[in-house]
């Protein structure tokens, strides 16, 4: 017996019990495991308990057209369909192609052609084992598509977002400010079937409430002061790829509403305009906020919540990624070397130095710190070089001021005294702040324009 490089596990769907046993004799003498269903519902019932390599499908089933397993839930995406068919309907097997069959073979069985089509689908699965086998070396070195990290509290984020990716199930992220919640984002396009549209990242907290529903939908030629030309939207922009919402909480409520409109429909419509425009595209939101808070506090809408948070995902904050703040900087200092031409190095001792900080601002801090020390480097970076900061250093556990809270006082007040009195503890260094906050820069500015426009 002949066994191929690449032995695959197969499923011949057909109700004529002649030719189906020989149909499972012919591909069981190339090497191959071959179960068999006589109709839809068995083949599915076998698809439920065991996944296969392929399906080979009759067309013409007792219980309807086996093309159906095609875009069958049943059927996982790596599972290729080959169409079974007779003379008089190979257009319909051409037209199973264009829906997504990996090919099709005609009634009564060519051996050669038989054989080559197992030829190319061993390829097919042996080529995506090596992709994933690639794809679980490059993780255990600490690389998971844009992501960089091999702690065990990061594990659990790379397995979700690699079940997550090839759906188009809306996810929310949750992390505070720095964490990479845009990477995340970033991994999951690149590792879903949308990988060659276009990925529209937005901010939210950084568009002021004027201009964001012209941002997010566009506007026609007239619609408003100034609206001079027709402007296609970030919905339309992203169609056919993915929309990344980053701090969807500073949207503000009346937008949510006609946000949550379009997510339900898949349409926009330009301000000004009256068609309605269909779009094909996958929502991801951020939000460096606990929802459950933004909800309680009005600045969230819970319709939009638990459309947006159809899988909710949360990012663990650099302080629990143990092991990962040396791996991160090495990293980061390996892109200046590359972009530079320079080939500087840690300093022994500096990376331990590291490792003993809080890292308030997360991965972003680390980022900007590792930065500064290779501008000050000439050919080392030292642990003094880590330690330096410009401006006002974030304040160490019990080392900064304290004010009193009113038990009742709402969290919104809460948070602005906070805001306020951590300004004054470092002179007003609003990126130092920001800091010691766990905030975005742009977030603390959107808080410092509202409280200049409200009641103390």
Not at 34 to 43: F, G, M
Not at 179 to 188: H, M, N, R, S
Not at 261 to 282: F, M, N, Q, Y
Request: include cysteine; charge should be negative; aromatic fraction near 4%.
């Amino acid at each position: 017996m002949k066994r191929n490089v690449h032995s695959l596990h197969l499923l011949v769907v057909d109700d004529d019990p002649d030719f189906c046993a020989s149909l499972v004799s012919l591909l069981g003498s190339e090497g191959h495991r071959v179960d068999d269903a006589c109709d839809l519902a068995t083949a599915r019932a076998a698809l439920s308990r065991t996944t296969y390599d392929a399906l080979f499908v009759d067309q013409d089933l007792p219980d309807g057209d086996g093309t159906s397993l095609i875009d069958d839930d049943a059927r996982p995406e790596k599972t290729e369909v080959v169409i079974i068919t007779g003379h008089a309907s190979v257009h319909r097997a051409v037209a199973a192609l264009h829906l997504g069959a990996a090919d099709y073979l005609i009634k009564p069985t060519d051996p050669a052609l038989l054989k080559a089509i197992l030829t190319r689908l061993s390829r097919v699965r042996g080529l995506q084992q090596t992709v994933s086998d690639l794809q679980d070396d490059l993780r255990a070195k600490g690389r998971f598509g844009p992501l960089v990290g091999r702690s065990s509290a990061m594990q659990p984020v790379f397995d979700l977002i690699q079940k997550v990716a090839a759906t188009d199930a809306s996810v929310l992220i949750q992390g505070e400010s720095g964490t990479g919640k845009e990477l995340v984002a970033q991994a999951l396009h690149q590792m879903s079937a949308r990988r060659s549209g276009p990925m529209v990242a937005v901010n939210c907290g950084a568009i002021s409430e004027t201009l964001i529903e012209s941002e997010l939908f566009g506007h026609e030629k007239g619609s408003f002061t100034g609206a001079d030309r027709q402007h296609r939207g970030f919905f339309e922009r992203a169609d056919g790829g993915t929309l990344f919402l980053d701090e969807i909480g500073e949207m503000p409520l009346a937008l949510q509403v006609k946000l949550l409109r379009v997510l339900e429909t898949g349409c926009v419509e330009r301000i000004g305009g009256k068609a309605s425009i269909h779009t094909d595209v996958r929502v991801l939101a951020a939000t460096n906020r606990d929802p459950a808070e933004a909800m309680a506090d009005g600045q969230l809408r819970e319709d939009l919540y638990f459309r947006l948070a159809v899988f909710p995902m949360r990012l663990p904050p650099l302080r629990e990624r143990k092991g990962d703040v040396a791996l991160l900087a090495q990293h980061f200092l390996d892109g200046h070397n590359a972009a530079n031409d320079t080939d500087k190095r840690w300093e022994p001792g500096a990376l331990a130095a590291l490792e003993e900080r809080p890292w308030r601002g997360n991965v972003r801090e680390l980022r900007n710190v590792v930065q500064r020390a290779y501008i000050l480097a000439e050919d080392t970076l030292s642990a003094e070089a880590v330690a330096a900061r410009s401006g006002s250093a974030p304040v160490e556990n019990g080392s900064g001021g304290s004010f009193t809270v009113q038990v009742g006082t709402s969290i919104a007040h809460v948070e602005r005294q906070l805001i306020e009195e951590t300004l004054k503890h470092v002179d007003g260094n609003k990126l130092a702040a920001a800091e010691i906050l766990g905030f975005s820069l742009k977030t603390l500015y959107n808080r410092l324009n509202v409280y200049a426009g409200a009641p103390a």
